[in-house]
């Protein structure tokens, strides 16, 4: 069992940086893939970024290539998303999710899911 808590959210202006952190505990932390989804008003939730068990492969979305950097510390048991250049449209509440094995891109793939952390960004 995996539990993950989210921390790293809030108001920030357009233009500005964020950096979101998903704190694990339970075993084998260092075998999952971990990912940020994200789910605006209104609108389904989508794959942000995600990170296999040793950080070796990344996959982002196509919105945030270029603004947001995944990475993870299994010493730390805790991954980050570094968000520069928000948008407007990066406003959401961010979920940090994990799975054992390798990188998914639906959410029904992940197994364990943080509460969530807000991030709006003002124009």
């Known amino acids: 069992q995996v539990q993950l808590v989210e921390s790293g959210g809030g108001l920030v202006q357009a233009g500005g940086s964020l950096r979101l952190s998903c704190a694990a505990s339970?075993?084998?932390?260092?075998?999952?893939?971990m990912c940020w989804f994200r789910q605006a008003p209104g609108k389904e939730r989508e794959l942000v970024a995600a990170?296999?068990?040793?950080?070796?492969?990344?996959l982002y979305a196509d919105s945030v290539k270029g603004r947001f950097t995944i990475s993870k510390s299994n010493a730390r048991k805790t991954q980050y998303l570094q968000m520069n250049s928000l948008k407007p449209e990066d406003t959401a509440v961010y979920y940090c999710?994990?799975?054992?094995?390798?990188?998914?891109?639906?959410?029904?793939?992940?197994?364990?899911w943080g509460q969530g952390t807000q991030v709006t960004v003002s124009s």
């Open positions: 999710a994990a799975r054992s094995g390798a990188i998914r891109t639906t959410q029904r793939e992940y197994d364990y």
């Open positions: 339970g075993r084998s932390f260092n075998s999952y893939a």
């Open positions: 990170i296999n068990w040793n950080g070796g492969a990344t």
